[in-house]
C-alpha cells in the first residue's frame, strides 16, 4: 500500500502519531519543532555524542509528547541545508520508521529561508518513497515496511499539501521504474515489458501503441529487428503519447529497452552479464515519466519511444560484419554485437525526428565507457544544440540527479566510417561514450538533441542515501522536471 502523507499546523508536542522525527543541525542546535523536547535536551545529546551530522539519528524517550516515541535527525550546518538534503533526511526517516505506522517531522521548516517550501515539501514526500523502497518480490523472508501515514508539520498556514501529492506522484513513479529494472530478465521479456508499460500508463492521460512482429518490419525498424533476431523472445516498439489540448510546445523522449544483454556473438566475459537486466533503465524512466504529465498538468506535447529487445548469440544472431538498414535509411556494419544499444536507438531517434518535435533526449546505459569516465554518480551529457544541452543540464540540477557535459568532438567522426556501409556501429578503443555519442547524432535530422549516457547511475552497487542497491529509476525526475519546465529552444 502507498504512503499518505498529511500536512498539520498541529504543534509539535500535540500531534498523535507513532514516531515524531525532529531535525538537529551541526553543533547540536535544535531545529523547529524542538521546543517539545523540554529543558536538559543539549546536555543529554552531549552525553550521547549526538552531534547533528547529517544523516546522523538519536532515538528519544517520548516525554511530554503525544508521540509514542521521538526520533532526532541530523540536518548538518544550519546555513547549508539543501532541498536534497531534506530529501536525504527524509528518505533516512522512512527506512528507520519502517517499523511503525506513522512518522510525523517539522523538516518542512528546516531549512535556509531562501529554499522554495514547495519544493521541500515535495522533496520530502520523495525521500520517503523512494527511501523506503522495497523489491521483495523474490524473497522469502520478507519484512515489508508498515509504514502507511507521514505527517508533515508546517509552522505557518501555506498550503503546500499540492507538493507533497506530487511528489508522491513522482516518487511513485521513480518506484515503478526500479521494480521494473530490478525484475529478473527472464521475467521481462520485450512483450512483459510492453504489458508492464501498459498496465502503468492505463488512465494517465496517454495513447500507447504496440508495435511487433510484421508491423516491425513494415516500420523499418531494422536496428531493432537485427538486434532482437537472436532471441527466442521477439522484439516490441512502444509509442507513448501525451498531447493536452492546446500543447506548448512539443518534446520526445526515448529510452532504451535492452531486457537484458548478452552481447549477442560479441559475447560479454560472465561478470559482465551478472547486472544487464538493468540495460533497459532507460526504457523505464521514460515509461515512469510518461506517466505523471497528466496527473501534473504538463503543457508540453510528449511522446515517448521505447525499443524492446533481448540481445543474445543464437545461430540466427547478427554477425560480426552484418550490415543493418536503420529507418532513415542509413546502413551500419555491426562490428561488435555487444554495441547493440545505439542500434535500436537509431531506429528510434529516426522515428522521433520524423515528427519534428522542438527537442529529443534519448537516455540510455550505453556505454561502459563514461562508467570509465564519471564513475557510477553522474550520467554523460552530450547534445547538438548549446540552448537544450542548458535546459537539461537545469532540469537535472533542480532534479538534484548529477549530470556532467561531455562534447561531441566532429573530428572523432572518421571513427565510425565504414568499408561497406554508410556508418560502423563502433569506434576505437578509446573515447568511446563520446562516439557513441556521435553515432546516434547520425540518426536526428537538425532536432535540437540531447543524449543522456546513464550507465553509471542507472543502477546502485550498494546503499546510498536514498539511493538503494539495485536499480535507481535515475532520469525520472529530470523528465518530469523538463517536461514541465519545457521551453523549444
Not at 167 to 178: K, P, Q, S
Request: include cysteine; charge should be negative; aromatic fraction near 6%.
Amino acid at each position: 500500500m502507498p504512503v499518505s502523507f498529511e500536512l498539520s499546523s498541529t504543534a509539535s508536542a500535540r500531534v498523535r502519531t507513532d514516531v515524531l522525527a525532529l531535525p538537529v543541525y551541526a553543533g547540536r542546535v535544535l531545529g523547529p519543532g524542538a521546543e517539545a523536547l523540554g529543558a536538559g535536551i543539549a546536555d543529554f545529546l552531549a552525553e550521547a555524542g549526538f552531534e547533528g551530522k547529517a544523516g546522523e539519528l538519536l532515538a528519544l524517550p517520548a516525554t511530554d509528547v503525544a508521540a509514542k516515541s521521538v526520533l532526532l535527525i541530523g540536518l548538518g550546518e544550519q546555513d547549508k541545508v539543501t532541498v536534497d538534503g531534506i530529501r536525504l533526511a527524509a528518505s533516512t526517516l522512512a527506512r528507520r520508521a519502517a517499523t511503525h505506522t506513522s512518522f510525523a517531522t517539522t523538516l518542512l521548516d528546516a531549512g535556509p529561508d531562501e529554499l522554495d517550501r514547495g519544493e521541500v515539501a515535495q522533496a520530502i514526500a520523495e525521500g520517503v518513497i523512494l527511501g523506503g523502497y522495497q523489491f521483495l518480490r523474490y524473497k522469502k523472508d520478507a519484512k515489508p515496511s508498515k509504514l502507511r501515514k507521514v505527517t508533515v508539520i508546517r509552522a505557518g498556514r501555506e498550503n503546500l499539501q499540492w507538493a507533497l501529492e506530487r511528489g508522491a506522484v513522482v516518487g511513485e513513479a521513480v518506484a515503478w521504474a526500479r521494480d521494473i529494472v530490478n525484475e529478473p530478465a527472464a521475467a521481462k521479456s520485450p512483450a512483459a515489458f510492453a504489458a508492464a508499460a501498459k498496465k502503468l500508463l492505463r488512465g494517465k492521460g496517454v495513447t500507447v501503441e504496440v508495435l511487433s512482429g510484421p508491423q516491425l518490419a513494415a516500420a523499418k525498424l531494422g536496428g531493432l529487428i537485427g538486434v532482437g533476431q537472436g532471441s527466442e523472445q521477439p522484439p516490441r516498439f512502444v509509442k507513448i503519447t501525451y498531447s493536452p489540448r492546446g500543447a506548448k510546445g512539443s518534446l520526445a523522449f526515448v529510452g532504451k529497452g535492452v531486457v537484458f544483454d548478452s552481447g549477442g556473438l560479441s559475447l560479454k566475459p560472465p561478470a559482465g552479464m551478472e547486472t544487464m537486466k538493468t540495460d533497459m533503465a532507460g526504457g523505464a524512466a521514460v515509461i515512469g515519466a510518461m506517466s505523471t504529465l497528466a496527473e501534473l498538468g504538463v503543457e508540453a506535447k510528449v511522446v515517448g519511444y521505447v525499443p524492446m529487445v533481448e540481445n543474445m548469440p543464437s545461430g540466427a544472431a547478427i554477425r560480426p560484419g552484418d550490415v543493418l538498414t536503420i529507418r532513415n535509411g542509413k546502413t551500419v556494419e555491426v562490428l561488435n554485437t555487444d554495441a547493440e544499444g545505439r542500434l535500436i536507438l537509431a531506429d528510434a531517434l529516426s522515428m522521433a525526428s520524423e515528427a519534428k518535435p522542438d527537442a529529443i533526449v534519448d537516455l540510455a546505459t550505453l556505454t561502459g565507457a563514461c562508467l570509465v569516465a564519471l564513475g557510477d554518480k553522474y550520467a554523460g551529457l552530450m547534445a547538438n544544440d548549446d540552448d537544450w544541452r542548458g535546459q537539461v543540464a537545469d532540469a537535472a540540477g533542480r532534479a538534484s540527479e548529477r549530470v556532467w557535459a561531455l562534447p561531441l568532438p566532429a573530428e572523432y567522426r572518421k571513427q565510425l566510417e565504414s568499408e561497406v556501409a554508410d556508418l560502423k556501429n563502433i569506434g576505437t578503443s578509446y573515447g568511446g561514450a563520446l562516439t557513441a555519442g556521435l553515432f546516434l547524432q547520425e540518426f536526428v535530422a537538425d532536432v535540437p538533441w540531447a543524449h543522456l549516457d546513464i550507465a553509471g547511475p542507472a543502477r546502485a552497487s550498494a546503499d546510498d542515501g536514498y539511493n538503494l542497491r539495485g536499480g535507481t529509476g535515475f532520469g525520472v525526475r529530470t523528465l518530469v522536471e523538463l517536461a514541465e519546465g519545457f521551453e523549444a529552444p
